[in-house]
């Protein structure tokens, strides 16, 4: 079965550091792209970027180029998404999901990660 | 890249049929067909339930479909069911980015 498993959910300080994490299983980490999703409170989806774990391609939405960084550790199947300086502004629900390619679409989604941004 | 024009909000009564559209450009929607559709209920993940237009996954009811013409792709839904209430949101490969975009979403209410 395929399983994407994220971290659990932060509270931070506007200027704080965080890394969030996405572990695959039950399929081949390395042979599909992995994506992230924003949902800010009421509001809907957004494409952040993906990942294709295999070789570490990493492409980023305009809107999130230079404001997060992907990244991947295939030898323990595992996506992460992370700030160097977060905002209030980055409260928000994130999603990973799986994509068989960049054109299909995401067929399995993790479970989310609420961020909250807070001083 | 600006997100695709869905509706905010449709309605239909259990057993009706309604219908969703998602308007894009001749980058995406209408380049490609590469239109995907989730369903979303309240505090839930994304559901794929459409893709590549109008291709369902395994396991969504044939009660969903999709199609495309020119730059508006559409999700219909038939025979309306109350637990097909949720928020509905297209998506397309885009040439701007080379990733996808999404719709704003749109709010089904089963009346």
């Known amino acids: 079965e395929v399983q994407l498993v994220q971290s659990g959910a932060e509270v931070k300080k506007p200027g704080e550091s965080l890394k969030i994490s996405c572990k695959g299983s039950g399929y081949s980490f390395t042979s599909y792209w992995i994506g992230w999703v924003r949902q800010m409170p009421g509001k809907g989806l957004e494409w952040m970027g993906i990942?294709?774990?295999?070789?570490?391609?990493?492409r980023y939405s305009p809107s999130f180029q230079g404001q997060v960084t992907i990244s991947a550790d295939k030898s323990i199947s595992t996506a992460y998404l992370q700030w160097s300086s977060l905002k209030a502004s980055d409260t928000a629900m994130y999603y990973c999901a799986r994509l068989p390619s960049i054109q299909l679409g995401f067929d399995y989604w993790g479970q989310g990660t609420l961020v909250t941004v807070s001083s | 890249q600006s997100a695709l024009t869905q509706p905010a909000s449709v309605s239909g009564s259990p057993g009706q049929s309604i219908t969703i559209s998602c308007t894009g450009t001749s980058s995406d929607v209408g380049g490609y067909n590469y239109v995907s559709w989730y369903q979303q209920h309240p505090g839930k993940a994304p559901k794929l339930m459409i893709y590549e237009v109008s291709n369902r996954p395994s396991g969504v009811s044939n009660r969903f479909s999709g199609s495309k013409s020119g730059n508006t792709a559409s999700l219909t839904i038939s025979g309306l069911q109350a637990e097909d209430e949720a928020d509905y949101y297209c998506?397309?490969?885009?040439?701007?980015?080379?990733?996808?975009?999404f719709g704003g979403g749109t709010k089904l209410t089963v009346l």
């Open positions: 998506s397309s490969y885009t040439s701007s980015s080379t990733l996808g975009v």
């Open positions: 990942i294709y774990p295999g070789d570490s391609d990493t």
